[in-house]
């Protein structure tokens, strides 16, 4: 059994311990409903474009036809995101294991016919101990995020893949769905889709966009903006997806630790109980003598 001492240490070391799991949860709360509050205020611009992209898509088609077909010959390029920082619970293993698995997937085990971009310091630790360099993890993204940052990334992808350089640009990243669910999701992000002219019942009131100077130039502006929101958009559900798992940790971990505390004040107790009736005894017993 522990000394007394020895179990007063441990008491100290578990108070000092939960003080900072609980200030993290305190923190990690305020970034994602600071996050949340990105997203939704991004959501009704994002649908919005969206919508003017699939109005002029039938007249424009021609112009989006180098955004729908990649190189067949060319790599894959996978942009893999991950957090900065540990303490997040299964966040960053779980984004590095699907990496790993579709790396497997599109070039096999000799890693042939894959390029790899990775966006946080944490996947890029864990891949450069796979064999894969990188001049940057882009950790900047992360940590200050802006619009400005992922429209940067994101014409870098663009013109590399209208160069040929790549045959298919895929986003593997931890998408936000609650705070206590986070989905690791493998997106495409080049090639488009196919974008549908949108369809309009007789009854419904609208009217067609009267387009200034042409549909084929606004079209050459909608793209690169649509594609350039996407970037942003995935970077703040990354963000958000992450300060919920730290979230969720750092609950954990201070429940864990009020556990561990409670355990050790009743051994202390007993321990100290002990003391005082065995020095009792030899009091007792000296007295009698």
């Given at each position: ?5 020895e179990?007063k240490?441990r ?13 993290m949860k305190m923190v990690?709360s305020a970034?994602?409903h ?10 009704p611009?994002?649908?919005q474009?969206n919508?003017?992209?699939s ?5 424009a088609?021609d ?5 729908m077909?990649?190189n ?6 996978i942009v893999?995101f ?5 303490l997040c619970?299964?966040f960053?293993?779980?984004a ?19 390029e790899v971009i ?14 894969f360099n990188?001049?940057?993890d ?10 400005e ?5 994101a ?13 298919r640009?895929?986003l ?6 609650s ?5 690791t999701?493998?997106?495409?992000y ?17 009217e067609?966009y ?13 793209l690169p903006?649509v594609l ?5 958009t995935?970077l703040?559900?990354t963000i958000?997806?992450?300060?919920a798992a730290?979230t ?5 971990a201070?429940d ?13 107790n007993?321990?100290?109980?002990q003391k005082i ?10 007295t009698?003598?």
């Amino acid at each position: 059994m522990a000394s007394l001492k020895e179990i007063k240490n441990r008491i100290a070391s578990v108070k000092s311990t939960l003080k900072i799991t609980s200030a993290m949860k305190m923190v990690a709360s305020a970034k994602l409903h600071k996050s949340q509050n990105a997203i939704e205020n991004m959501l009704p611009y994002e649908q919005q474009l969206n919508g003017m992209l699939s109005e002029l898509a039938g007249s424009a088609a021609d112009r989006m036809a180098a955004y729908m077909s990649g190189n067949p010959d060319a790599p894959v390029l996978i942009v893999a995101f991950s957090s900065n920082s540990s303490l997040c619970g299964g966040f960053n293993a779980n984004a590095i294991r699907e990496v790993r698995s579709r790396i497997r997937a599109v070039s096999g085990e000799d890693k042939r016919g894959v390029e790899v971009i990775a966006v946080g310091k944490k996947m890029a630790e864990a891949l450069r101990r796979d064999g894969f360099n990188f001049e940057t993890d882009h950790a900047t993204l992360l940590s200050h995020c802006s619009y400005e940052g992922a429209a940067e990334l994101a014409q870098t992808l663009c013109d590399a893949f209208l160069e040929g350089r790549y045959s298919r640009i895929e986003l593997i990243y931890n998408h936000f769905i609650s705070t206590a669910s986070q989905k690791t999701v493998i997106s495409t992000y080049l090639p488009m889709k196919s974008v549908e002219a949108a369809q309009h019942d007789e009854d419904e009131d609208w009217e067609e966009y009267i387009v200034e100077p042409t549909k084929d130039e606004m079209v050459d502006a909608l793209l690169p903006k649509v594609l350039r929101l996407a970037m942003y958009t995935t970077l703040l559900d990354t963000i958000a997806a992450e300060h919920a798992a730290r979230t969720v940790a750092m609950q954990t971990a201070t429940d864990n630790g009020e556990e561990i505390l409670q355990g050790l004040t009743l051994e202390y107790n007993k321990g100290r109980q002990q003391k005082i009736t065995e020095e009792l005894l030899d009091i007792v017993g000296g007295t009698m003598q």
